[in-house]
Each structure stands twice: as C-alpha cells, then as structure tokens.
C-alpha cells in the first residue's frame, strides 16, 4: 500500500527543457549580481563548482554550506555577504526561467486527488537549490508548497540525486516505509535509484533524462496520464 507519494520537481511535475532554462537561469541571475562585481562567465562557473561540491557531499554538512564554502574559494568570504542578494534573486527575477517550462494542468488534480485520499505528499526535488527557489518552482507548476509535507532544498539536505542516501535522509527523517513509498521522476539514473531502497517507482517520460540509454521497461513507467491510471486516478 502506497502511503507517501515523492514527487520530482523538474520534468517531473513542472515540463522543461533542461538546455534552455540553465540558459535563461545563469543569464539572468548574472544580471541580477553584476553589480555586485561578479564577471559573468566566472559566476558560472563558481556556480557549477559549487553545484559538483553539493552532488560530491559526504552529509557532514547540509548542501547550502557546501556550496558556499566552495563559491567562497573561489570569489572569497565576501561572497557570504551576498547570499541575501542571491535569495532576492530568486524572489524576483529567476521568474525569467520559467520560458523554458511548460504546464500540465493535470498535474494539480493528481496530486489534489491523493491529499484527498490521505496520502502523504513530498517534494522531492534534487536540492541544488534554497528553499525560495524551489517555492517558486512549485508555484510555476500550479501547486503550492502547502501541497507537500516536506520539500526538500540546499538548506534541509545532507545529499543530494543521485546518492541514495539523499532518499535515505527523507525517510528517516519523516519516519517514513520506504516499502509504502512511491518515488515518481523523469530521470533514470537520479529518481529511479530509489527503488534500491525499496521504494515502489515510476518513470515519467514526458521529459524522459534516460543519459545512459538503460532499458526502462524495468520500470513502470508512461506519460503523466499513465502515472494518473498507475494511481487509480
């Protein structure tokens, strides 16, 4: 019996084009801190190591302190004052990204159907990101973060996809059966690993990142409309 539904975020729930919104996401953040002396093409890539310090996280701190003692390597302690200038960022001007993603309306009655049927909800989104961001994420997909009983981002989490200790993390900390979970994403190798924990899954592939080529068949897997059958929905 499934009693906790997780829910990727990107592909998943909110449609996009990966290429385009990194595209739309660093051009506009780096417009967003220029003044704050950040070169564009340097920010980038302070971003992208920082993003590799998160993936290479060994849970002895949460991902936001990885990432910034990492940034903070490269541009110096002064980048911790400008975090507050990051988070507005994300409050204000990342809505830029939202052009590369699309909408599915049915996702907001799947998932009022199954708070409707008491299941518990989480949103778990690979937490590269401060909870504002992915707030704002969730509002684009037509949701809201009182939709979900936790939501997973930089600041709550040790690990990130595809570590199946990030899946662990979520567990333990919500008491959770992983047997009684389902983990629902678009990516073979970073949401279908939850099922080496026990978790029940399926793949969507509307938005389908399959890097590997693997065969899918071994998982259940189908469009958004095939998750909703897959539901009882």
């Keep these: 019996m499934i009693k906790t539904v997780l829910f990727d975020m990107d592909g998943t729930l909110l449609p996009m084009d990966?290429?385009?919104?990194?595209?739309?996401?660093?051009?506009?953040?780096?417009?967003?801190?220029?003044?704050?002396?950040?070169?564009?093409?340097?920010?980038?890539?302070?971003?992208?190591?920082?993003?590799?310090?998160?993936?290479?996280?060994?849970g002895s701190v949460t991902n936001d302190v990885a990432f910034w003692k990492r940034f903070a390597s490269i541009f110096g302690d002064r980048a911790y004052?400008?975090?507050?200038?990051?988070?507005?960022?994300?409050?204000?001007?990342?809505?830029?990204a939202k052009g590369a993603c699309g909408y599915n309306s049915k996702v907001a009655d799947v998932v009022t159907s199954l708070k409707k049927r008491g299941i518990k909800l989480v949103l778990a989104t690979n937490p590269l990101f401060p909870l504002v961001a992915q707030e704002a994420r969730i509002g684009w997909a037509g949701l809201s973060a009182g939709d979900f009983a936790d939501?997973?981002?930089?600041?709550?989490?040790?690990?990130?996809?595809?570590?199946?200790?990030?899946?662990?993390?979520?567990?333990?900390?919500?008491?959770?059966?992983?047997?009684?979970?389902?983990?629902?994403?678009?990516?073979?190798?970073?949401?279908?690993?939850?099922?080496?924990?026990?978790?029940?899954?399926f793949l969507v592939t509307d938005c389908l990142l399959n890097p590997g080529n693997k065969d899918i068949s071994v998982?259940?897997?189908?469009?958004?409309?095939?998750?909703?059958k897959y539901l009882e929905i």
Excluded: W
């Design 151 to 201: 939501i997973t981002h930089y600041g709550n989490c040790h690990y990130c996809k595809p570590n199946v200790k990030y899946y662990e993390e979520i567990v333990q900390k919500l008491g959770l059966n992983a047997c009684e979970c389902l983990m629902v994403g678009n990516d073979v190798n970073e949401d279908m690993i939850a099922a080496e924990l026990g978790m029940k899954v």
């Design 18 to 58: 990966t290429a385009s919104f990194e595209k739309l996401y660093f051009k506009s953040l780096a417009m967003k801190v220029a003044p704050l002396g950040y070169e564009p093409s340097s920010l980038v890539k302070g971003v992208l190591a920082g993003v590799e310090a998160m993936v290479a996280n060994d």
């Design 219 to 228: 998982y259940p897997h189908g469009n958004f409309d095939e998750l909703a």
């Design 81 to 96: 004052n400008d975090i507050a200038a990051f988070d507005e960022y994300y409050r204000t001007d990342f809505v830029v």
